[in-house]
């Protein structure tokens, strides 16, 4: 059974720090290109990031730069997020996602909430 279990969102003040992860189950983890993507209130899915099998980094929301780091372990099947310098509008649910390196295959999590908020 295919997983992507998010964790690690939660409610910070701006200027803070969170850490998603992203765990993956029963399929080949490092086959798989992930990708974090957000969606804010009343907004369309935004694609945030994205990194290769390889292990290369894409930083697509130019909000995120500079500031947001992703990374993945193909030994715990886990992709994270390092968020920094959060701010108000990084306010969404953020999904993980997996699309295979070669085909069409494509996975999503069930999200996760960052609310940033004084």
């Known amino acids: 059974q295919v997983q992507l279990v998010e964790s690690g969102g939660g409610v910070v003040q701006p200027g803070g720090s969170l850490r998603l992860s992203c765990a993956a189950s029963g399929f080949t983890f490092s086959s798989y290109i992930m990708r974090w993507y957000r969606q804010a209130p009343g907004k369309e899915r935004e694609l945030v990031a994205a990194i290769t099998t390889a292990g290369g980094t894409t930083m697509n929301a130019d909000s995120a730069k500079g500031r947001f780091t992703l990374s993945r372990d193909n030994a715990k099947n886990t992709v994270y997020l390092q968020m920094n310098s959060l701010r108000p509008e990084d306010t969404a649910v953020y999904y993980c996602?997996?699309?295979?390196?070669?085909?069409?295959?494509?996975?999503w999590g069930q999200g996760t909430q960052v609310i940033v908020s004084s």
């Open positions: 996602n997996a699309r295979a390196r070669i085909g069409t295959t494509e996975y």
